[in-house]
T-cell receptor, first 115, second 112 residues
Framework: EPEVTQTPSHQVTQMGQEVILRCVPISNHLYFYWYRQILGQKVEFLVS????????KSEIFDDQFSVERPDGSNFTLKIRSTKLEDSAMYFC?????????????FGPGTRLTVL | GNSVTQMEGPVTLSEEAFLTINCTYTATGYPSLFWYVQYPGEGLQLLLK?????DKGSNKGFEATYRKETTSFHLEKGSVQVSDSAVYFCALSDAPGYKLSFGAGTTVTVRA
C-alpha cells in the first residue's frame, strides 16, 4: 500500500540553524500539507500546497518557514533560523483529490529538537 | 472558524469494556469528519471517516455517526483490547482548503 515517507525521523539542531524536513507524498496525490504537534498538545495545521504554490497557511507559518516541491516527488519544509519553540513533531500529509471527502494520509513524522 | 472539541481524558479501561469518546464540532460549511489514531511512537493513522450527515464510519470495531443536529461525531467501541491503547484525535475537513482541524486528542489506556 502506498504511503507517505518522511526523513529524517529525528533531527537535532542548534537554535538559529536552518533545517530542512523532507517528505515523499503518495505518488498520484496533488495536495500536500505540513502539520506540527508540540509534545502533549494538539496537531496544528501549518501550510497546504497545491499546483506548486501555497494555498493556505496558518499564523504559525511565518517568514521563517518555507515549503518547496523541488522535483516530482519530494515536498520539503524549511525553517530558516530555528527557535526553541520550534521543537515539535512535524507531520507531512498528502491527499489525492480536491474534495472534502478525500482522506489525508500522514507520514510517520520528523521529531525536531532545537537546543 | 472551524473547531473541534474533544473529551480529553486520559481514559483508562479494562479489556472488553465499552469505550466512548465524545467529539463535537463547529464548522461554517458541510465538513467531513474523521477519527485518527496515534499509537505510541508512531504517526497519525486514519481510523474512520464520515462525509455527510447520518453517515456511519466504521473500522476495527470502532464506529462513529455524523450527527448534524447535535454537531457531534462520537467514537465508540463495544469491547476494547490492550492493543487499542493509543491517542485518538477527532478532526474535520472543510472548504475551501480542506485542511484538517484537530481536537486535543484523548489518551486511552486499556489494561489487561
Amino acid at each position: 500500500e502506498p504511503e507517505v515517507t518522511q526523513t529524517p525521523s529525528h533531527q537535532v539542531t542548534q537554535m538559529g540553524q536552518e533545517v530542512i524536513l523532507r517528505c515523499v507524498p503518495i505518488s498520484n496525490h496533488l495536495y500536500f500539507y505540513w502539520y506540527r504537534q508540540i509534545l502533549g498538545q494538539k496537531v496544528e495545521f501549518l501550510v497546504s500546497f497545491y499546483n506548486n504554490e501555497i494555498s493556505e497557511k496558518s499564523e504559525i507559518f511565518d517568514d521563517q518557514f518555507s515549503v518547496e516541491r523541488p522535483d516530482g516527488s519530494n515536498f520539503t519544509l524549511k525553517i530558516r533560523s530555528t527557535k526553541l519553540e520550534d521543537s515539535a513533531m512535524y507531520f507531512c500529509a498528502s491527499r489525492a483529490g480536491g474534495g472534502a471527502t478525500d482522506t489525508q494520509y500522514f507520514g510517520p513524522g520528523t521529531r525536531l529538537t532545537v537546543l | 472558524g472551524n473547531s473541534v472539541t474533544q473529551m480529553e481524558g486520559p481514559v483508562t479501561l479494562s479489556e472488553e469494556a465499552f469505550l466512548t469518546i465524545n467529539c463535537t464540532y463547529t464548522a461554517t460549511g458541510y465538513p467531513s469528519l474523521f477519527w485518527y489514531v496515534q499509537y505510541p511512537g508512531e504517526g497519525l493513522q486514519l481510523l474512520l471517516k464520515a462525509t455527510k450527515a447520518d453517515d456511519k464510519g466504521s473500522n476495527k470495531g470502532f464506529e462513529a455517526t455524523y450527527r448534524k443536529e447535535t454537531t457531534s461525531f462520537h467514537l465508540e467501541k463495544g469491547s476494547v483490547q490492550v492493543s487499542d491503547s493509543a491517542v485518538y484525535f477527532c478532526a474535520l475537513s472543510d472548504a475551501p482548503g480542506y485542511k484538517l482541524s484537530f481536537g486535543a486528542g484523548t489518551t486511552v489506556t486499556v489494561r489487561a
